[in-house]
């Protein structure tokens, strides 16, 4: 069949290419090319500026990231996580043999329910691990007080909630640390890439040790440590995406609201607000399929992908779902109707600078016929 255009959730945002030639020119005559350098730096510099963070630690991507931040704080036995996320989360945890202890999200902001968090606490307990899902804040202040209740520590993969904030303080401010992603998917990128925000001196220079092999200085290793240090390309990336991150997040918006209008008519499809009081990515266009739609959210997107709409089921089927989870702890959907329910219904759907407004419009229509 063809296509007009193959549609992508996840398509890279891209600023100034002449900048980002300029800055890599400059690296070359340089011959600085990783190991935390100028553009590094000044990257950390200007991220930890942004988020009004004491400390931001750039890193190889994301899921280094968290391995990081749950070894520097010493989590061990279990950890309290969503199952609803993407499988670094779990992952991480379990790369290190902690025990990821799925645990249920509310039914309207996808993210943990401090309640039911507070219900799967055990003597083996020692972290929450809490995800901004989707780029919207868990109930930050419920998930503090249960770990502040029971002496554990708290942290969030912050991977989709880059440039969100919550009651006002930027996501980067919360728990013990935070994580991003600068994936190349999300809405703002380093190519690979990643980091960890925190306002403790103390973590900050444990994972700043850990991160470059436990090197303190030369010939001196004083952690077990791994390699997990941003190269000099993907700052460079990072700071002329920087320059235009409010363009991109405009043009998110600009699409979002698009797609809410276009979607407004059709009977079944119900669209995941934002909450505008709050700053926010807008970069994830999340579509629930109810029952009053003619066709399940699975046979939804065979359509759309036959029309060359990649549209994406993220999170399905959830952690628990799949190996080494479903095996390790084959009853855990028992603990997770929420989990299970979403994942059976939650669409993505192409947003960023890469989506124009005729392709959203071709999206709408075939939602619309497809639904008719
Ligand atoms: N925690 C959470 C909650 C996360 O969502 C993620 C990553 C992490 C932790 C870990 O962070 P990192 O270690 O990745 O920094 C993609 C991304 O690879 C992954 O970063 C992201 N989450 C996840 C949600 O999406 P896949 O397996 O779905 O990738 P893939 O290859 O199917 O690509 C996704 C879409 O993006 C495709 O439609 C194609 C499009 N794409 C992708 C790339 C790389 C482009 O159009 N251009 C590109 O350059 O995981």
Redo the contacts with the bound molecule.
């Keep these: 069949m063809q296509f007009e255009e193959v549609l992508?959730?996840?398509?890279?945002n891209i600023g100034g290419r002449e900048e980002f030639h300029r800055l890599i020119d400059e690296m070359f005559d340089r011959r600085w090319l990783t190991n935390h350098g100028m553009l590094v730096q000044e990257f950390e510099s200007r991220l930890a500026d942004y988020l009004g963070v004491k400390h931001c630690i750039t890193l190889c991507?994301?899921?280094?990231?968290?391995e990081l931040a749950i070894r520097a704080l010493d989590l061990s036995g279990e950890v309290i996580v969503p199952s609803f996320?993407?499988i670094?989360?779990a992952h991480?945890l379990k790369w290190q043999e902690i025990t990821p202890v799925f645990c249920d999200i509310d039914r309207c902001s996808y993210t943990l329910d401090p309640d039911v968090v507070e219900r799967r606490i055990t003597a083996e307990t020692t972290g929450i691990l809490g995800?901004h899902?989707y780029g919207r804040p868990c109930e930050i202040d419920r998930l503090q007080s249960v770990a502040d209740r029971y002496d554990l520590k708290l942290l969030f993969?912050a991977?989709?909630a880059f440039g969100c904030s919550h009651g006002g303080r930027m996501i980067g401010n919360f728990g013990r640390c935070e994580?991003f992603?600068?994936?190349?998917?999300?809405v703002f990128n380093t190519f690979?890439?990643?980091a960890i925000t925190t306002n403790d001196d103390q973590l900050a220079q444990r994972i700043r040790l850990m991160l470059n092999f436990g090197f303190a200085e030369y010939d001196k290793v004083v952690y077990l440590g791994t390699n997990g240090k941003m190269s000099e390309v993907c700052a460079a990336m990072g700071l002329v995406n920087l320059n235009e991150l409010e363009r991109f997040i405009a043009v998110n918006r600009m699409n979002y609201e698009q797609y809410r209008v276009g979607l407004e008519s059709i009977n079944g499809l119900e669209l995941m607000p934002y909450q505008t009081s709050e700053r926010c990515n807008w970069q994830y266009i999340v579509v629930e399929v109810r029952d009053a739609y003619s066709k399940s959210r699975d046979e939804l997107i065979d359509v759309l992908h036959s029309t060359g709409i990649?549209a994406?089921r993220?999170?399905w089927p959830g952690c628990h779902r799949m190996e080494p989870y479903c095996s390790l702890q084959p009853d855990a959907g028992q603990f997770l109707p929420v989990t299970d329910h979403v994942a059976e219904r939650l669409l993505v759907l192409p947003n960023g600078t890469?989506t124009s407004s005729s392709a959203i419009n071709r999206i709408i229509g075939v939602l619309r016929v497809a639904g008719g």
């Design positions: 992508h959730v996840g398509a890279p991507n994301g899921t280094t990231g968290l996320t993407f670094a989360t991480a995800v899902l993969d991977a989709h994580v992603s600068f994936h190349a998917t999300k690979e890439g990643g990649l994406r993220y999170f890469a």
